[in-house]
């Protein structure tokens, strides 16, 4: 009698997979592993130590280039979320009309868009301003950061919304509130986790954003990715894997967060 076919067991499928998690995360586990090396190489194994862990904290450019990408990256991260919010609620809060599909496109431009293409086209824009205006501070890697930031904000918040129950803000509606009250009493405590994970996810890509930095900023205004790049153009030590450690480590807890928040309840239930 012939096996039935099941999607659910595909053979050498899994073997395959486990090879590509391999392939993907041995060079970060590498990396975590050498950042408390004690020694200055970072392919020769020396002892475990927290030196480099140490001499980052102690390193004043490095201290100024992490404090500035969380002030860039929590404030364009605020700026995404919100137009990201207001995007949503424009194109899921409406009947279906002719357009409505090239708004999600246009909303969703900076994804499709190679990332370079978007940098370039950000450094002609502000270097023209620059020169009308004289100004040449923080002010237009948030205003980058918070353009290429607003898809990804717009993603989760977006799914959300198109997963709540709409009878509630018809009851709503029904019992004499008005479209401010719906919103803020109904519709704004149920979108709320997705407005956060929206925001973490923004958080994050600006966070780690190199590309469009490089071309946007102007002098001393390195993020900490730039630094980074920066001086693994001149030399190679444990304290660049001691910084790329504490950044994954960043990164993770606030990606572990945004899954837990972007999780769709009534799905978990079945």
């Not at 950000?122 to 501070?137: A, D, E, M, P, Q």
């Not at 198109?162 to 803020?184: G, H, I, K, P, V």
């Amino acid at each position: 009698m012939a096996k039935r076919f099941s999607i659910r067991r595909q053979p050498g499928f899994a073997t395959i997979a486990m090879f590509s998690f391999f392939v993907l995360y041995l060079p970060i586990a590498t990396l975590v592993v050498y950042a408390f090396n004690s020694g200055t190489s970072i392919a020769t194994w020396e002892g475990f130590s927290l030196r480099w862990f140490q001499s980052a904290w102690q390193n004043q450019q490095v201290i100024e280039a992490s404090i500035r990408s969380l002030q860039i990256a929590s404030i364009a991260a605020v700026i995404a979320t919100v137009c990201a919010t207001l995007a949503a609620l424009a194109t899921t809060r409406t009947a279906p009309y002719r357009g409505l599909t090239f708004k999600y496109s246009m909303v969703n431009m900076p994804l499709l868009v190679p990332e370079i293409v978007t940098a370039v086209a950000l450094l002609i824009l502000f270097s023209r301003i620059k020169v009308w205006t004289g100004y040449s501070g923080l002010g237009y890697l948030i205003l980058a950061h918070s353009a290429f930031c607003v898809p990804f904000a717009y993603l989760p918040i977006r799914a959300r919304l198109e997963s709540m129950d709409l009878s509630l803000e018809r009851a709503a509606a029904d019992l004499y509130a008005n479209a401010f009250q719906t919103f803020r009493y109904v519709t704004l405590p149920l979108l709320w986790p997705g407005i956060l994970a929206g925001l973490m996810l923004a958080f994050v890509i600006s966070l780690d954003d190199v590309v469009i930095t490089e071309f946007v900023k102007s002098g001393g205004q390195d993020t900490l990715p730039t630094y980074m790049l920066g001086q693994l153009r001149r030399v190679v030590t444990p304290e660049m894997n001691a910084i790329s450690t504490v950044f994954l480590m960043l990164s993770l807890a606030i990606v572990t967060v945004f899954f837990f928040l972007s999780r769709n309840p009534q799905k978990d239930d079945k």
